[in-house]
């Protein structure tokens, strides 16, 4: 049994590797954190015992970030649960934008926690 969580480079993004950890701890399982952001993940909000494997996005830069977080289910079965940031979005915006968040927590095969940063 592991947790995974999809980091993005926005604040919720880095509150959901906090909190994912917090979850893994939780559960005492491993942590697998997928690097959306195009630069090298930051670590530092993690506690130092926390066991994680940064999985880093394959494929090209455009390259649909959904797609590349039900991959890892594939390639990590073990995963018992899915973690993501969510921020408020207006309804304009929902409309006219689709949202990572809401589709994964829409296709996930897994239970998906989402956090809300402070």
Known sequence: M???VAVTD????????SAAADEA????????AVNLTLGKLDLTVLPEDCKVTVVERAGR????PVAAV????DEFPEVSRIVIGI?????VGKALLGSVSQRLLLT???PVL???AP
């Not at 039900?70 to 289910?73: A, G, M, N, Q, V």
């Open 25 to 32: 701890a939780l559960l005492s399982t491993d942590l697998i």
């Open 61 to 64: 830069e455009d390259r649909d």
């Open 87 to 91: 921020r408020k979005r207006s309804r």
């Open 10 to 17: 926005s604040p919720e993004g880095i509150y959901s590797l």
């Open 114 to 116: 989402a956090v809300k």
């Open 108 to 110: 996930s095969p897994v």
């Open 70 to 73: 039900l991959d890892e289910l």
């Open 2 to 4: 592991s947790v995974l």
